[in-house]
């Protein structure tokens, strides 16, 4: 059986993606409604700079705007590799969320959110995050991944 796991992420990035030692079956371009990709997520590694803030996705305000993401089609043992990989539930919680093909097909796929417990305002991601976020762009509307690639870092 398959599954399907929404990467907000460095993951969008199929070498990190490899890197990580996952494997999937097929990747789509998708785009989820009424949330927003963050830096809100406090590192759970205490050498982590001053500042640093994770990847992490929010609802946007009024429920508006939607962001993009690719979605990875994965046999369902991967889950469990996916769940060690975000240190879930602790670090990260497993979630459904629907997302949208480019077709406007609905799909459900799971999506890793961390609690309001591990995140704080104010934090930024690292040029570290941009570089391997560089390898994904071909799988991005050009907006959106300036957008990202515009957004401040720390160092």
Not at 36 to 65: Q, R, T
Not at 75 to 84: V, Y
Request: aromatic letters at 12%; a neutral charge.
């Amino acid at each position: 059986m398959a599954i399907n796991f929404f990467a907000y992420d460095q993951l969008m990035n199929q070498e990190v993606m490899k890197e990580a030692g996952f494997e999937w079956i097929a990747h789509f371009c998708v785009t989820l409604s009424a949330y927003h990709l963050v830096f809100n997520k406090i590192p759970d590694d205490e050498d982590a700079p001053e500042g640093l803030g994770l990847p992490n996705i929010e609802p946007a305000p009024s429920n508006l705007g939607m962001m993009d993401g690719v979605m990875y089609e994965m046999k369902e043992q991967e889950l469990e590799k996916l769940d060690a990989y975000f240190k879930n539930p602790i670090e990260y919680q497993r979630k459904v969320l629907r997302v949208t093909l480019h077709d406007f097909k609905l799909v459900n796929s799971y999506v890793y959110i961390a609690p309001h417990n591990k995140t704080k305002k104010g934090l930024m991601p690292n040029k570290e995050f941009k570089k391997q976020l560089r390898g994904a762009r071909k799988n991005l509307q050009m907006l959106y991944f300036s957008r990202v690639m515009n957004t401040p870092t720390i160092d």
